[in-house]
């Protein structure tokens, strides 16, 4: 049985976009992400896939905030 998700996703999300905006995405490390975000690596990765998946959540996380 899956553990329940002990994060605040949408918050998670804004704190790897401002990490993101600073440095740009290929400057951004996977640590940099952790320490902003405050996931372990394994939560990071279950939840959102990877660094690429991260950024695209992100992004789109941007785009929906910036419609309505």
Do not use: C
């Not at 804004?14 to 372990?40: I, P, Q």
């Not at 990877?50 to 419609?67: C, I, M, S, W």
């Amino acid at each position: 049985m899956a553990r329940p998700q002990e994060f605040d996703t949408a918050a998670a999300l804004h704190k790897a976009m401002g990490v993101f905006w600073r440095k740009g995405y290929e400057a951004t490390s996977l640590v940099n992400l952790l320490e902003a975000t405050g996931l372990s690596k394994s939560s990071l990765y279950s939840s959102f896939g990877g660094k690429r998946a991260l950024f695209l959540a992100a992004f789109d996380a941007y785009r929906q905030q910036r419609t309505t």
